[in-house]
């Protein structure tokens, strides 16, 4: 129908159009386009054709969308009055924003003894069960927190000191939270984070 209307209108008084609509491949992908359409006359100003120009928008238009997100993470991280407010925010926004459905977030506890899960997605319970508190000295995710550097594992069932030896992650991504806590990626895939 937006097609329709749009050549309709072009052909009806000879302008330019712009316009951005969705369109579905023939492999069955939705993509956003961008549309130019001009009309293209002979000598004697009769229209004898139509042209369209268009341009796939589609990871732009995730990207606008992806940081109009973050802002509004933003917005909430900000509003959010604990820190396992601040946590479930993280939480979601990790699972929706850079979609990573299977992550958590471990607070690291008022005694400073060790790293307790505040927030984790239903993903992160299926795949692992009950989240594992970290005590120090004790698995990857207290290591990450004590060095305060970013660690990826393609393949966690390769590394000597992992909490849980018979987990179903396969690969996991370590961020240290400032000295506040850790945030645990996973994925049941091999080198699933770049």
Same mark, same amino acid.
């Given at each position: ?31 956003? $386009? ?19 120009? =268009? ?7 995730? @990207?606008?969308?992806? #940081? ?8 909430? !991280?900000? @509003? *959010? ?13 990790? @699972?929706?924003?850079? &979609?990573?459905?299977?992550?958590? #977030?471990? !607070? ?5 003894? @060790?790293?307790?899960?505040?927030? $984790?997605?239903? +993903?992160?319970? +299926? ?12 698995? !990857? ?11 990826? =594992? ?6 000597? &000191? ?28 091999? *080198?699933? =984070? &770049?």
């Amino acid at each position: 129908e937006q097609v329709g209307e749009t050549i309709s209108a072009t052909l009806a008084d000879a302008t330019s159009r712009y316009n951005v609509n969705e369109n579905v491949r023939a492999d069955g992908e939705r993509i956003t $386009c961008e549309w130019h359409n001009r009309v293209v006359t002979d000598d004697s100003g009769s229209v004898v054709a139509l042209f369209s120009l =268009f341009q796939d928008i589609t990871d732009r238009v995730r @990207r606008e969308e992806a #940081v109009e997100q973050l802002h509004e993470t933003a917005r909430s !991280l900000m @509003r *959010a009055e604990t820190p396992e407010d601040v946590a479930t925010i993280v939480v979601e926004a990790v @699972r929706d924003i850079l &979609d990573i459905p299977v992550n958590s #977030v471990h !607070l690291r506890t008022s005694s400073a003894d @060790r790293l307790e899960p505040v927030a $984790c997605t239903d +993903e992160a319970r +299926e795949l692992v069960g009950p989240l594992p508190s970290f005590e120090p000295g004790r698995g !990857l995710a207290w290591r990450v927190y004590e060095s305060g550097t970013i660690e990826t =594992f393609d393949d966690v069932s390769t590394v000597e &000191d992992r909490y849980n030896p018979e987990t179903n992650v396969q690969s996991e991504m370590i961020l240290p939270l400032r000295e506040h806590c850790v945030l645990l990626a996973g994925s049941p895939a091999a *080198a699933a =984070f &770049d």
